[in-house]
Nanobody
């Protein structure tokens, strides 16, 4: 089993920045991919960014490309999502996820972009 705990969400003004963190524990040696999804009210959950553990290659959704960056600190077993130039449409619950077919999920952290 793998446990994922997100932190770093909150209220930010348009144009501002936030950094989300996801602390992983458990059988993390078996994890090949980690990522961030988000779900806005009334919308489907969407993949925002993904990172392949062994190659460190990343995949960023077009909607956030150039503004969001995914990274990982292997020593801390922590995944990050740096979000810059935030927009009201980025408002959502952000979830950390991991494993094949996104088997493992965190509880989510709310990000609200509003003036």
């Amino acid at each position: 089993q793998v446990q994922l705990v997100e932190s770093g969400g909150g209220l930010v003004q348009p144009g501002g920045s936030l950094r989300l963190s996801c602390a992983a524990s458990g059988s993390i040696g078996s994890i090949a991919v980690m990522g961030w999804h988000r779900q806005a009210p009334g919308k489907q959950r969407e993949l925002v960014a993904a990172l392949t553990i062994y190659s460190s290659s990343t995949n960023i959704a077009d909607s956030v490309k150039g503004r969001f960056t995914i990274s990982r600190d292997s020593a801390k077993n922590t995944l990050y999502l740096q979000m810059n130039s935030l927009r009201p449409e980025d408002t959502a619950v952000y979830y950390c996820s991991a494993g094949i077919k996104w088997r493992y999920w965190g509880q989510g952290t709310q990000v609200t972009v509003s003036s």
